[in-house]
């Protein structure tokens, strides 16, 4: 729990500093960036800590981005709203992820790929509701009994607040019993098995978990864009995701989300200047994979124990030759 108060203050301090330093066009590009964060650490989590890779997490963003859309027609309770967004999404996951999880691997890819696209084809042909392959705007303004909520800074701080809320739900779920089972169902599922554990229900859970928060962010995207459209759903943005959790760094908490950051830093402002900017994606995704190390945050911690090691080596070197200097003269 300290570390994870440690983290917490840390996160809270990062949301209040950065409005201080970043433009308008920033502030607004940080709360996508927190939206995003929070997508790709769901998926995050089965990736990394269930083993599983899913190419049609994105149905699941969809969902909770027409729920609002849909819902916001005829209520306006910003509270009730996202909540129905994350329990449809949680419950889809369930029930899919109940016949999803007994496949593994590749299938498992591709039966995710094929549940993403069917949710695409369905927000495509419901034209009546969805406004088809134009998409349709949100009505629904958020509010939380403060007044509504519609300066870029205000959604700025709502959009922070979520994302450490999802922070600590994942980080606690992740450090408790069935996290730490789930984990070593990924690294070792015969073992598991064999331990007694029943190895379907951590994953469920940690897929339908997993659902409900990308479902949480993307009803928060419809808050934050007004507009939503069928390709929340489609296998491009699944792609993206899957994309920001590998440059982040598989296996962490913080590593979608510091990919998720990198990716929409280059799709927003280098393609200013170049419209060949996946180019520059694709070139650092491909280094982040031949050099083995992992994600962007796995370099990180390489990097900072390599500079310990030697700092440590340094000190005991210097402390040995002081030992043997002394020892001459005595």
């Not at 759903?233 to 994309?243: A, E, K, N, R, T």
């Not at 962007?296 to 030992?323: C, D, E, G, M, P």
Request: net charge positive; with cysteine.
């Amino acid at each position: 729990m300290k570390k994870l108060s440690i983290y917490t203050v840390l996160l809270a301090l990062f949301v209040i500093i950065m409005p201080l330093l970043l433009s308008d066009y920033g502030v607004n590009l940080t709360a996508e960036i927190y939206i995003m964060g929070i997508f790709a650490m769901s998926l995050g989590l089965i990736m990394g800590f269930a083993g599983l890779v899913s190419l049609g997490h994105g149905a699941f963003f969809g969902i909770g981005a027409y729920t609002v859309a849909l819902g916001g027609q005829y209520l306006q309770n910003t509270y009730l709203l996202l909540l129905v967004s994350v329990i449809i999404c949680g419950l889809v996951a369930l029930i899919t992820g109940a016949v999803f999880i007994r496949t593994s691997k590749f299938y498992f890819l591709m039966i995710t790929l094929a549940f993403g696209q069917l949710m695409f084809a369905l927000f495509w042909q419901m034209k009546d509701w969805t406004g088809g392959a134009d998409g349709m705007s949100v009505s629904a303004i958020m509010n939380f009994g403060f007044g509504e909520i519609l300066t870029p800074m205000a959604i700025y701080y709502v959009m922070g607040a979520a994302f450490i809320g999802a922070f600590i739900l994942l980080y606690l779920y992740v450090n408790s019993p069935a996290g730490k089972i789930t984990r070593g169902v990924m690294e070792n599922e015969s073992r598991m098995n064999a331990l007694g554990y029943n190895i379907r229900i951590y994953k469920l859970l940690a897929y339908s978990l997993s659902g409900a928060l990308a479902g949480l962010a993307g009803s928060l995207y419809s808050y934050y864009n007004l507009y939503v459209s069928p390709d929340l759903s489609g296998w491009m943005f699944s792609g993206q995701v899957l994309i920001m959790v590998i440059i982040g760094g598989v296996g962490t908490l913080m590593g979608p989300a510091l990919g998720s950051g990198v990716f929409i830093f280059l799709q927003n402002y280098i393609s200013s200047y170049t419209e060949r900017w996946p180019l520059i994606m694709g070139a650092l995704l491909v280094i982040l994979v031949l050099a083995g190390k992992g994600g962007i945050l796995h370099w990180f911690q390489y990097l900072s124990f390599k500079f310990l090691s030697r700092k440590k080596n340094t000190s005991n070197s210097s402390s040995a030759k002081q030992v043997e200097k002394e020892e001459v003269v005595s």
